[in-house]
């Protein structure tokens, strides 16, 4: 029995040992977080969060038509190129040689300790930051197919817009539109979405709202005055 | 110098150089999983190393599960977070050319459906053209190099907009492209001789204003 326990013992003070490692970097990460730079260019556990880093801004540079400027690039490169070597060559060399040293000795050495809690660190925070990112990931995922299907409402709602604007101006009378169906017009006949349409003689106006009923709080209207200098007006409502 | 420290700055060297050289080409995710792959290499060689100076052969297990596990997760993670990082840029591409249609047809076809109302306006009165009533409407926007000059300035540093008369067919239309915008045919050849940009087309006839995604 005492031999188990202290089988498992220099086990146990790695792990604490990698605790409390864990919180100073966690502790040095968010202090640097709050500091102007950006966090790419530390050492990280996951690297691969580092090169999504620079990905995203690259991405969003290209969205605003800029491109990324070399000095941000070159700072997140090496903090990458540290990361990668530290978590595939540096930490397992010290455990292994932290091991050869510790049965040479027969008892643990300071190299081993060091090198299995680093070794248990680069383990465990991967898995860990894998998971959060899985839900982070399903989340934004949800919400991004909210999105496009808004924004799909929006673009389509545009282009009925339009062409009730034509239908009036070329009736020349608002009221001829009483009958009118949104539903009728060939360019949504296979739509998802839903639409109702009002028209008001009184100031020549029509209102047109596109609804759906799986999305049942989202719903955006077009107010259109076919006379006046502001043709459409757009309202939304969540 | 002793074996083991060859191992350790040769593993170093090749890990590092082959996350460098691609990610310097601009390759930072195919770097990324080269220096996994070199990885790979250099902790069978240390694992080797150490089993063959290991007196314990639970060492040599406990060493092969750290790797093993090391590799997995990360070849894991790597995979997802590029997965990840695929996704979010072909959503900011989608989302650029959201608000460039958006805009483009807001903009354009509102223009035109103006230039429309005048020529029913007219019509009434007067055969007119469509041509002629968007060449008056219109006026000093219509430039002499076939650039129209929209109405919100702002949207020339984004947007590029020329305009076209057909007088066989009297059809006015404008071309609208996105020089930001990657669309959906890489081949498709724009009117400004560019290549697979996000494109669109008003056109005015008698018959009204139409409106198309070409690309």
Same mark, same amino acid.
């Given at each position: 029995?005492?031999?188990?326990?202290?089988?498992?013992?220099?086990?146990?003070?790695?792990?604490?040992?990698?605790?409390?490692?864990?919180?100073?970097?966690?502790?040095?990460?968010?202090?640097?977080?709050?500091?102007?730079?950006?966090?790419?260019?530390?050492?990280?556990?996951?690297?691969?969060?580092?090169?999504?880093? %620079?990905?995203?801004?690259?991405?969003?540079?290209?969205?605003?038509?800029?491109?990324?400027?070399?000095?941000?690039?070159?700072?997140?490169?090496?903090?990458?190129?540290?990361?990668?070597?530290?978590?595939?060559?540096?930490?397992?060399?010290?455990?292994?040689?932290?091991?050869?040293?510790?049965?040479?000795?027969?008892?643990?050495?300071?190299?081993?300790?060091?090198?299995?809690?680093?070794?248990?660190?680069?383990?465990?925070?991967?898995?860990?930051?894998?998971?959060?990112?899985?839900?982070?990931?399903?989340?934004?995922?949800?919400?991004?197919?909210?999105?496009?299907?808004?924004?799909?409402?929006?673009?389509?709602?545009?282009?009925?817009?339009?062409?009730?604007?034509?239908?009036?101006?070329?009736?020349?009378?608002?009221?001829?539109?009483?009958?009118?169906?949104?539903?009728?017009?060939?360019?949504?006949?296979?739509?998802?979405f839903h639409y109702l349409l009002v028209t008001n003689p009184d100031d020549s106006s029509a209102t047109i709202t596109i609804y759906s009923d799986e999305v049942n709080n989202f719903t955006a209207?077009?107010?259109?005055?076919?006379?006046?200098?502001?043709?459409?007006?757009?309202?939304?409502?969540? | 110098?002793?074996?083991?420290?060859?191992?350790?700055?040769?593993?170093?060297?090749?890990?590092?150089?082959?996350?460098? %050289?691609?990610?310097?080409?601009?390759?930072?995710?195919?770097?990324?999983?080269?220096?996994?792959?070199?990885?790979?290499?250099?902790?069978?060689?240390?694992?080797?190393?150490?089993?063959?100076?290991?007196?314990?052969?639970?060492?040599?297990?406990?060493?092969?599960?750290?790797?093993?596990?090391?590799?997995?997760?990360?070849?894991?993670?790597?995979?997802?977070?590029?997965?990840?990082?695929?996704?979010?840029?072909?959503?900011?591409?989608?989302?650029?050319?959201?608000?460039?249609?958006?805009i483009t047809e807001t903009e354009i076809r509102s223009d035109l459906l103006g230039v429309y109302r005048e020529y029913l306006l007219l019509n009434q009165k007067d055969n007119v053209s469509v041509?002629?009533?968007?060449?008056d409407f219109f006026g000093e926007r219509l430039k002499d190099d076939q650039k129209f000059q929209v109405k919100t300035a702002e949207l020339e540093k984004e947007l590029n907009f020329v305009y076209?008369?057909?007088?066989?067919?009297?059809?006015?239309?404008?071309?609208?492209?996105?020089?930001?915008?990657?669309?959906?045919?890489?081949?498709?050849?724009?009117?400004?001789?560019?290549?697979?940009?996000?494109?669109?087309?008003?056109?005015?006839?008698?018959?009204?204003?139409?409106?198309?995604?070409?690309?």
């Amino acid at each position: 029995m005492k031999d188990k326990t202290n089988k498992w013992l220099p086990w146990l003070s790695s792990v604490l040992i990698g605790i409390i490692i864990s919180y100073a970097l966690i502790t040095i990460t968010d202090s640097y977080s709050m500091s102007k730079y950006p966090d790419v260019f530390l050492p990280s556990t996951v690297p691969s969060t580092q090169v999504n880093g %620079i990905s995203v801004i690259e991405s969003i540079n290209e969205f605003s038509g800029d491109k990324t400027t070399s000095a941000f690039y070159k700072g997140a490169r090496a903090g990458i190129t540290i990361s990668l070597i530290l978590i595939f060559v540096v930490i397992p060399f010290l455990f292994v040689k932290g091991t050869i040293q510790s049965e040479k000795r027969e008892n643990p050495a300071a190299l081993w300790y060091t090198g299995s809690a680093l070794m248990l660190i680069i383990l465990i925070m991967p898995m860990i930051a894998g998971a959060s990112k899985i839900y982070w990931f399903q989340n934004v995922d949800k919400s991004s197919q909210m999105s496009r299907t808004h924004d799909v409402m929006r673009m389509e709602l545009t282009d009925v817009s339009f062409i009730i604007a034509e239908e009036i101006l070329e009736f020349d009378d608002i009221s001829a539109l009483a009958e009118f169906n949104a539903e009728d017009i060939i360019e949504i006949q296979n739509s998802e979405f839903h639409y109702l349409l009002v028209t008001n003689p009184d100031d020549s106006s029509a209102t047109i709202t596109i609804y759906s009923d799986e999305v049942n709080n989202f719903t955006a209207t077009t107010v259109i005055r076919p006379y006046s200098d502001q043709i459409f007006s757009y309202q939304r409502t969540y | 110098m002793k074996r083991e420290y060859k191992i350790l700055f040769g593993g170093a060297f090749s890990t590092g150089l082959l996350y460098v %050289i691609p990610s310097l080409m601009g390759y930072i995710w195919a770097g990324l999983f080269l220096s996994l792959f070199g990885s790979v290499i250099y902790l069978i060689v240390l694992f080797k190393y150490g089993k063959k100076n290991y007196k314990n052969t639970d060492s040599g297990k406990v060493t092969l599960t750290f790797f093993s596990l090391l590799i997995i997760n990360s070849l894991a993670i790597f995979t997802f977070d590029y997965y990840r990082a695929s996704i979010q840029r072909e959503l900011l591409r989608e989302i650029r050319i959201t608000i460039d249609s958006s805009i483009t047809e807001t903009e354009i076809r509102s223009d035109l459906l103006g230039v429309y109302r005048e020529y029913l306006l007219l019509n009434q009165k007067d055969n007119v053209s469509v041509i002629d009533v968007a060449a008056d409407f219109f006026g000093e926007r219509l430039k002499d190099d076939q650039k129209f000059q929209v109405k919100t300035a702002e949207l020339e540093k984004e947007l590029n907009f020329v305009y076209y008369t057909d007088p066989g067919s009297d059809s006015f239309a404008i071309y609208s492209t996105a020089p930001h915008s990657q669309s959906w045919d890489d081949d498709f050849e724009n009117w400004d001789g560019s290549v697979g940009l996000f494109q669109t087309k008003t056109t005015l006839t008698k018959e009204g204003v139409t409106h198309e995604r070409q690309n």
